[in-house]
């Protein structure tokens, strides 16, 4: 999007998959095959999760769920999400490989940058870095982050990034990051580097997203939302004067396709075909430039079949 487009100027709304890094399908060889079907398919992105640990014992609140309780088990696991894609764009060749969302707290930005700038080299330009502030305060803590001012890092965090992928000779100094008088290479493979999406509905974060980001990135929100949220981020880039500046809107939802129509009641791209293909339409003409779906799936082949589903009986009514 840009604050000056209309709706039939806007470029075709693109559609990414949400792989299971996380939980009972979190195995190498399955997140293989599904990544691999996920390009034949023709689906633009796969997309991966962050988390490092997990409390024994949680008592953060989870943000995405009304009973504020995380859905994994202490012993599930976890496949860290910037050696997985590391992995995953040596079997591919097409797909955009992305984060949904590298929490950028956890991490050191200069190695940062050389991981994600490695990374983006590997995979022949085809990185999207969505990144957040995180939440879980347990696992700010066991890794000493800064979990009280995490807002301020991760704007620090994301400057010095694109400082180290844009300049031959960075110079920065913040209250957090300090860097001069070194060089980093090889650059990026996309220039002037990959894009980056942060996500969060304040006002603070809005801002980061209009100021410091090529997008936005959202989670589970109806299509009303979204159009709210479009309407902000255009008045934002606007004061910024980055109005005309290509900005994605996107968004990771649950999807989960049934045989049967699902009552009016229903929650969003949940139902049929067609109720979810209508869906897509709402959010597409609400102003979202790329659907991310996270498939509701209890083995690889359901999860498979959902994709497919996607792919023959929505996709082509959106």
Do not use: C
Not at 153 to 160: G, S
Not at 259 to 268: E, G, K, V, Y
Request: proline share 8%; charged share 25%.
């Amino acid at each position: 999007m840009s604050g000056a487009s209309r709706p039939e100027d806007r470029e075709p709304m693109k559609f990414g998959v949400i792989l299971p890094n996380l939980g009972g399908l979190a195995n190498p060889p399955t997140l293989t095959r599904l990544t691999v079907r996920a390009e034949e398919l023709g689906f633009d992105g796969a997309f991966v999760s962050d988390h490092l640990v997990l409390p024994t014992t949680p008592g953060s609140r989870y943000p995405y769920r009304s009973d504020g309780a995380f859905p994994l088990r202490p012993d599930e696991k976890i496949l860290e999400p910037v050696t997985t894609l590391a992995y995953l764009s040596a079997v591919t060749s097409r797909i955009s490989l992305g984060f949904s969302v590298l929490v950028l707290p956890y991490r050191h930005a200069v190695l940062n940058a050389k991981m994600l700038s490695t990374l983006d080299v590997y995979s022949g330009g085809r990185l999207i870095v969505g990144v957040g502030v995180g939440w879980m305060k347990e696992e700010f803590d066991v890794l000493d982050s800064d979990y009280e001012n995490r807002g301020q890092v991760t704007d620090e965090h994301i400057r010095l990034l694109q400082s180290l992928w844009r300049r031959d000779e960075p110079d920065f100094a913040g209250n957090y990051y300090r860097f001069s008088g070194m060089t980093m290479y090889p650059k990026p493979a996309q220039r002037p580097y990959p894009p980056i999406w942060t996500g969060g509905i304040t006002r603070r974060a809005m801002r980061r997203a209009a100021h410091l980001s090529d997008g936005w990135h959202g989670v589970r929100l109806a299509p009303g939302e979204i159009k709210e949220i479009g309407k902000q981020l255009e008045e934002l880039l606007a004061e910024t004067g980055r109005e005309e500046v290509n900005f994605d809107v996107s968004l990771r939802t649950g999807m989960d396709l049934t045989n049967s129509p699902l009552p009016q009641n229903r929650l969003p791209m949940r139902g049929s075909p067609e109720q979810v293909a209508e869906d897509a339409r709402a959010y597409r003409d609400a102003g979202l430039t790329y659907l991310v779906i996270e498939p509701r799936a209890r083995d690889e082949s359901e999860f498979i079949s959902q994709m497919e589903r996607f792919a023959g009986e929505v996709k082509p009514g959106v």
